[in-house]
C-alpha cells in the first residue's frame, strides 16, 4: 500500500484521477493499492465532494503544506500547466515520487531548465499520457511484439470533438498535446514539420482546424488533422491509421476499437477487429487512466525503476507542439 496526495481539484481530477484510485463496485482498481491520504485544492465544492466519497481524507490548500505533512509517498499534480514544473520541483526535492498531468508547462524552454535542475530527480517523476495506455494502443504493442505488424512507415491520426465554448491556445495546447505524443511514441521523434491552421467558417460547432505533416527520425510520415475545443466533456471522435513496411495496416478509432488488416495481395487481404468492451470501470474511457496509475504504482514501490512515461519523452511532444504552432495565433 502507498499513500498518495492529490494536488489539484479539476475536472480531470475528479472525473478521472479519482475513480481510477477509489477502490468501490464500479470503481475497482484490484492492483495496485494506492490509499488518497491528502488533497489540495482551492475550490470549496471539490473538497468536499472528495471528502464525502474518501471521509479520513486531510485537506490542504497549499501545496508546500500537504508535501510536507508526511502523509503522503507521493503526489498527483493536476494543477494548470503554469504550476506544474513549480510543485514538481518542491515535491521531487522533498524525495516525493510524483505523477504530473500533461501538459507538463506552458513551452519548451521552461521544462529544459526544470530537467537540469533536477537530473538526480528525474526516476521518480512520470508524466500522464494515458493516451498510450488505451487498449488499442496496447493491441498495437502486442502485435509487434509478436512480429504480426512490422516496422511502421507512416500513417495519420485524426482528432474531432464539437466546440463547447470559444476555443483558445490553451485549451488546443491540452488536447493536441496528446497527439504530439502519440506520433513521437509510434511513429519517431519529428525530424522535419510542416504545418498550417484554418478557421472552419459556416459552423457554429466547430473550432480551429490545424493539419501537420510530420516527417521522423525512423523514416516514417505521419499526418495529423485536429479540430478541437477546449471542452473536456463533449463526445470526440479520433483516428489513427498506421501503415507498415509489408503493407499491413491498422486503424484505432477513439483509443478502443482496433481494426488490423493483414496484406496478402492487393486482392486478398485479411481483416481482425479487436475491441476491448466490458470494464470494470463504468466508463471504458477510464481504461488508460487505470494502466496509468498501475504503471506509477509500479514505479512508487520500485518494481520498475523508470517511469513511464518520462519527462523527456514529454519535452518531445513539447517541442512538436511548439513546432506545429509556430504560425501565429488570432482570437476570433
Known sequence: MKRVGLIGCGIVTIKAHLPALINDPTQSLDEPEFVITAICGIENDRLSYIKAKIPNVVIFTNYKEIINSNLCDCVLIATGEEYHLKIADYALKKGLYVLME???????????????????????????????????????????????????????????????????????????????????????????VYAHFSKVLNDDKLGKTISASIMTSKGAVVSITFTSSSNWNLPYHEQIQILDNKKNHISIENNNKLKFTKYSDSKDSQTYLFEQSNSIFWNKDLLGYKTQITEFYKLV??????????????????????????FDYEEN
Open 102 to 192: 500533461k501538459p507538463i508547462s506552458i513551452n519548451s524552454d521552461s521544462i529544459k531548465e526544470f530537467i537540469e535542475a533536477n537530473k538526480t530527480h528525474l526516476d521518480k517523476l512520470q508524466v500522464a499520457f494515458n493516451k498510450r495506455f488505451y487498449p488499442g494502443i496496447l493491441k498495437l504493442q502486442e502485435l509487434q511484439s509478436s512480429n504480426e505488424f512490422d516496422k511502421i512507415i507512416g500513417g495519420n491520426i485524426y482528432f474531432f470533438t464539437q466546440q463547447g465554448k470559444k476555443p483558445g491556445k490553451a485549451g488546443i495546447l491540452s488536447n493536441l498535446i496528446h497527439l504530439c505524443d502519440l506520433v513521437c511514441y509510434l511513429f519517431g521523434t519529428p525530424t522535419d
Open 301 to 326: 514501490s520500485e518494481r520498475v525503476t523508470k517511469p513511464s512515461v518520462n519527462i523527456f519523452e514529454a519535452l518531445d511532444a513539447h517541442k512538436l507542439f511548439e513546432r506545429i504552432f509556430e
